[in-house]
Structures are given as C-alpha cells and as structure tokens.
C-alpha cells in the first residue's frame, strides 16, 4: 500500500517497525549502552587501581576508540552479511523463475491462501503478480521466503551510526576527567554514567511501551552494578601490586 493512502499512525507504526527490523534500534540501543557501560567499567576499574588522573584519561580514550571501532566492524559485517545472504537468495530465485515459475506461482497462492484469501483468488492474484517478473520476486521473497529488501539497511549507514553512538556514550564517563581527578572525578563519572542510563533506559521502555520507571531502574542496576563490580576488582589488583 502506497505511504499516501496511510494515516498518520499508519506512517508513524510502519517507520517505527522499519526501523526495528533494519536493525536501527538494535544499532542505536548497543552503541550507546555499550559505550555508557563498558567505558565506566573501565575508567572506574583502572581509577581504583591508584592510578593518576591522566593514566585513568588515556585508558578511558582508548577504550572508546578501541570500542566504537570494534562495534562499527562488527554492525558493518552484520548488516553486510545479511545483504548477500538477501542477494544469493534474490539470484537463486531468478534462476529458477526459468524453469520453475508455475511451481512458484502455486506456492505465492497457497501462501496468500493460508493468509485468509480465498484459494481461488488467491490463484488469480499469484498469476496477476507473475505478469511482471521483479514485481513478482519482491512479492515471493517477501510473502513465502519472509525476507525483504527495504528491512536489511545499509552496512555503512549501520557502522558510522554505531561509530557515533558508541562514541557518545563513551565520552560521558570521561567527561570528568578531562577536569579534575581522584575520588571527585571518579564518583561524577558513575553519576554521569548513571543519569545517561536513565535516560537511555527510559527512552527504550517508553519505545517499547513499557513501563518507564522499570526501564530507567533496570539499566541504573546495570550501570551501578558493573561499576561496583569493577571497583571492586580494580581496588585488589591495585592492592596486590603495590
């Protein structure tokens, strides 16, 4: 169905539900969570060890640039591998449209069928699709394979964006220390870290439409428990080395 003839809310739903399945959420939340949380961790880890405010800095800068790095690779070779994976089916699909578009044709109509239409016109509508051969891939892939091609996204769209918002979520624990040091810079960081998470949890549960307070609490836990966590190891291993 053409985006005009949508309501509002059928344009906002189908954006929304776009978004999810290209992975952009899933892009979005992990770069951000990951940047808040492993990025405090490790600031607060190597903070407890004793060591000088310009050490904890550099550890905590080249955490995220070591991390965006790793999460843009890793989204790019998803959303990549997910696109050839789109292509080969796409090119085996086309091959045997030769030799085999009649038998395809009934499994479009068995599909529509088993959709609620009714078998005969179902049969008349997987024949009316089959008249232009792209029309009737898209609707085959989509319909009886289950994949489609407006879901799969762009693997450098998906890196850069990864990039970026593991970036931001990195540099909130780090903020701190750009100015100051010790217990003051470290406590500021788990603050920082803290409140961010609030907001990226409140923002997940409120996109999911669950409860927001639930949200915010859940990912506080998180951050608050990894950083007690780290603390706690850095603390020891400072303690032994010294």
């Not at 995220?64 to 085996?92: H, N, P, R, T, Y």
């Not at 051969?133 to 892939?141: P, Q």
């Not at 879901?151 to 970026?164: T, V, Y």
């Not at 907001?199 to 859940?218: E, Q, T």
């Amino acid at each position: 169905m053409p985006d005009s003839h949508l309501s509002a809310t059928s344009k906002q739903l189908k954006q929304r539900a776009l978004l999810v399945q290209r992975g952009g959420v899933r892009a979005a939340v992990l770069g951000v969570n990951d940047g808040l949380v492993s990025t405090v961790c490790l600031v607060v880890g190597v903070a407890a060890t004793g060591a000088q405010a310009s050490t904890v800095l550099v550890t905590g800068l080249a955490g995220l640039l070591a991390g965006a790095i790793s999460m843009a690779a890793g989204e790019w070779i998803s959303v990549k591998a997910q696109v050839e994976l789109f292509e080969g089916v796409l090119a085996d699909l086309r091959a045997s449209m030769h030799d085999e578009k009649a038998h395809l044709v009934h499994s479009l109509a068995h599909t529509l069928a088993g959709g609620g239409m009714e078998i005969k016109t179902a049969h008349q509508a997987s024949k009316d699709i089959a008249r232009n051969d792209e029309h009737f891939i898209a609707i085959y892939t989509s319909q009886v394979i289950g994949m489609n091609k407006d879901e799969l996204g762009s693997p450098w769209r998906a890196a850069i964006a990864s990039f970026a918002l593991f970036a931001v979520g990195a540099l909130v624990p780090i903020l701190p220390w750009l100015v100051g040091g010790g217990m003051l810079a470290l406590v500021a960081s788990v603050i920082a870290t803290s409140l961010s998470g609030l907001v990226v949890g409140g923002y997940i549960a409120r996109s999911s439409g669950k409860s927001i307070p639930y949200g915010s609490l859940r990912q506080l836990l998180i951050i608050l428990g990894s950083s007690f966590v780290t603390y706690g190891i850095g603390y020891i291993f400072g303690v032994s080395v010294s």
